[in-house]
C-alpha cells in the first residue's frame, strides 16, 4: 500500500480499479504540408464546418449537464462558447490557414498559445487553461474525424487516473459507474472540480507526477477528504473509506444537547431541486435566481419566474425555501442587460445596486413573481434576500419596493403575500450595521465567499493572495460574529451559504458562532447533519471563543487540527 497526496475536492472516499484516460494520443496530427501545396479554401471551409460542430456539441454538454448537474456548473460551457467565437482566436486560425497551414495545425498552434497565456496567469485564471483544452479537444476531433472516448459507459466501480480532466469530459462520467477521479494537474475551484464535487464522485486534484506510477488495473482508493489517493489500500483503509460519506438523514437534525440546526441546500435551477431532497436537505438556503437570467437572449418573464419559485416550494413542502433576488455584476455578467464595463466590477455596481437603479424594472418583475409564488400552495415557506447589502438605506429601499409592488398587486386583486424578508451579509459594511439590518428584516445569511473577499481586500480569483482569502482569519471570524451576535437581540435568524458551511470540520466551529442555519452544496449535507447531530452545542461555543481570540490565522488553523 502507498499514499500519494494531491488536493481533495469531493468529501467523499471510494475503491475501484484504476483505468488511465489519455485522450491526447487519439489527437495526432499529421505531417505539415507544403504551404503551396494546401487548398486554402477547402481548410477554411473545415474549419468552419468544425466550429459549428464544436458549436453543437458544446450545447449539448450544457444542456446535459444543465439537467443533470445544475445551471451552475452548466455555465461553463456558455464560457466555452465564447472561446470558440473569440474573434482574435478565429481571426489568427483563419489567417494561419490563408498562409498555407492545415486547419488542424492552425487550431493546434494558436491554442497552445492561448492556453500558455493562461496558465501563466494566477489563481482561476490559470485554471481557465483547461477550458480552452476543452473547446481545442472539440475542434481538433471534428477535423481529425475522431470519436471521443465514451465516458459515459465506463465500467461499474472505475477510478479514473488523468493528467487532467476538462469540464466536459467529467460532465460525462456516470456517478453510479465511477467510483473516484485522480488528476496529475487541477485545483479545488477549477471547472472540472466543480462538476465533480456537484456529481457526488469522490476526486483528488494535482496529485503530481506520481500518479503516472500507478498501473492500470490496480485497485485504488481515492479519498477526497483526506485529499489522498492510495493504491492498493489494505482492509482496514477500504473499511475506513467506507465510513466517510454519512448515511442520508430527511429528518431535521439537533445537536447532542438539542438545539435544532437546519441544514439546507445551495441550488441554482430546478433539476438541482430533486437531488438536493434525495440528499436530505432541509429545504433551500439559497435559490440563486441569476441563472433564470442566463443562457438566452432576453430576461425571464413574470410568469415563467413564479413558475420556478412554486416549483421549489412544492419541492420542499414542509421546508423553507430562500430566494435570492437577482445577483448580477461583478462575476456574473448578463450580456443582454448592458451591465456596465469597470475595472474592478467585485467593487462595483453589482446586486442591489443594479435592482434598485438601472434594473429597477426587473427587480419589480421579480418581485411581482416572489409575492405570488408567497400566496400559493406552500408558499408560506418562501423567504426572499437581497444581495451586496452595504447600507441601512439600501434595505430600507429594498422594503419600499416590496411595499409598492404589493400595492400594486392589491389594486389589480392578484392573490399576494410578503414572504419572510431578509439580506446577505457579504460586505464588512452589513457585518457592521447587522443590528440595524436586523431590526428589520426576518433574517441574515452570511455569504462567505464574498464577505472574505472584502474583509480582507483580496481578490478570490487571485492566486497571489490565496492565502489572505480564508474565512479562517479571525478577521472574518469576527465579522460573522458581529452578525450573529446582532440576529441575537433581535427577532431574526442567521444563515451562511457560503462555502464555509459545508465543510463538516467547520461544522462545530460555526454552531459554536450561533448560526442557526446552514446551506451548501447537496453532497455535503448529510456529512454535515451528522457533524451535528455529534456536536455540543456548549463545547461548540467554547470552540468559537477559543477561535475569536486567536490573533492570527495560524492560530485559529492550529486550534482546529486544520494544516
Known sequence: MRTLSGVGTT???GVGRARWYRPEGALSLPERPDPEAVDREAERDRFERARAEAGEALDAARDRTAERVGADEAAVFEAHRQFLDDPQLVDDIREAIADGALAEHAVADRFAEAVAQFEGMEGRMAERADDLRDVRDRLLRALLEVEAVDLAALP????????????????????????????????RTAHAAIIARALSIPAVVGVGDGLATVDEGVDVLVDGEAGEVVVDPDDSRRAAAGGVEAPVRTERVRTADGRAIEVAANVGRVAELGPAAERGADGVGLFRTEFLFLDRASPPDEDEQ???????LAAFPDDRVVVRTLDIGGDKPVPYLDTPTETNPFLGRRGIRLSLDEHADLF???????????????????AVMVPMIARVEEVDAALERVEAVADDLDTAGIDHAVPELGAMVETPAAAFVADALADRLDFLSIGTNDLTQYVMAADRENEGVAELHDPLHPAVLRAIDRTTRATADADAWVGMCGEMAGDPALTELLVGLGLDELSMSAVTVPTVKAQVRETDADEAAALAERALACQTREGVRDLLGRE
Open 156 to 187: 461499474s466501480e472505475t477510478v479514473l487516473l488523468a493528467e487532467r480532466l476538462t469540464p466536459g469530459d467529467t460532465a460525462e462520467l456516470d456517478p453510479d459507474a465511477v467510483a473516484g477521479i485522480a488528476t496529475a494537474t487541477g485545483g
Open 364 to 382: 419589480e418583475t421579480q418581485l411581482r413573481a416572489l409575492l405570488r409564488a408567497a400566496a400559493s400552495d406552500h408558499g408560506d415557506g418562501l
Open 11 to 13: 468529501p467523499l472516499s
Open 306 to 312: 413564479y413558475e420556478t419559485i412554486t416549483a421549489a
